[in-house]
């Protein structure tokens, strides 16, 4: 973990460890991530076709996502009793890719819809008017029974108030930061961000956990060996903690990679799920160039447990058959089949509900996915 302060993030946080002692892991991420000026998607550069490795996000592999997901939301709008407002929260809306689509497959429940886009990046945040046909922030929430859907609002938190609908994060809490907990010996330290010995670059500095820290570790991965290294992902529970209490009657749907036991990643070395990403590939050091990778974790599904006891965990490709991807497929191939001579836009579209599915589904990509949800009623 090293770099000379040549970025503008590295002297930052440099000036902060001077000051405070060696940071914790999140305040680092936090930085990296979120500095409006200089991090990955606080300054925008990361955003839209965000790839790790060999796969991009699945609302950014194309149309089909958003599509199946409109499908899955007028179930759940039915399930409801249809409402109006039905408010449907995007959280962690990047460029807003997901509701354009979920919005061209315009769902049963349209009229009723309020989709509120929730992007904490004011650059990411700036381009959804490009797309998206924006309404004031003061109509998220709209006015019972007035059918004046859909409504579409870009805010950079949840909705202040509570409300009747559904909550989705794709691929946001792999992002939230965490701390870093290391077993050493019979006892929990803390891995924080401080400087080397020549006081040139940042390096990771093992302290005794707090109480709090060693509680989490303790329950969530008890006999973890010596030198076994956690994320605490406290930060990512206070936000499903979050989420259902704006959620008066309806569901929250995380969808993301992740473990069902947090002691599945004791066992794995931290840069197999701690990872970084630029241009594409691998980026390496976590420390490294700060701002300009994405930073992400592997989200371990019993600490969101902990906030609330989900109601279902299923992997993605389970999720997306469950919502009729294969009848939407079908209808593409339909559509091709008819349309193929005159090779126009709605003929390729069908064609390429193929490949898309096979992207979505792919159990050793995005299929593998967990998608987990918690009602509320
Ligand atoms: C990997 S991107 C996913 C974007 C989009 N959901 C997709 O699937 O393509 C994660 C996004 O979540 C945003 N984000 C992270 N924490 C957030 C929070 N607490 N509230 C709103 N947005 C957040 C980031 O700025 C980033 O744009």
Known sequence: MSRPADLPLHQHLIDRIHRHGPLPFSAVMETALYDTEHGFFGSGQGSAGRRRGDFITSPEVGPLFGAVLGRALDSWWDELGRPDPFVVVDAGAGVG???VSVLAAT???APALHYVLVERSPALRERHGDHLPLAPPASSLGVPGAGDGPVVVSLAEMPATSF??????????DNVPVDLLVRTGDAWGEMRVGMDEAEEAMVGHVVPASDPARVAADRFAPGAPDGATIPWQHRAGEWVRDALDRI???RLVVI??????TTELADRPMGEWLRTYRGHDRAGDPLADLGTADIT?????????AAGQPVSVRYQHEFLGAHGIDVLVAEGQRIWQERAHLGDLTA????SR????EALLDRSGLGGFRVVEWTRV
């Open 107 to 109: 769902p049963r429940c």
């Open 164 to 173: 009747t609908g559904v909550v989705v994060a794709n691929e946001l809490l």
């Open 297 to 305: 974790v592997e989200v371990c599904i019993d600490q969101l447990a």
């Open 256 to 261: 993301d990679y992740g473990v069902d036991r």
């Open 348 to 351: 390729i579209r069908g064609r």
């Open 97 to 99: 890719t997901l509701a």
């Open 248 to 250: 008066d009657a309806g």
């Open 354 to 357: 193929v490949a898309e599915a």
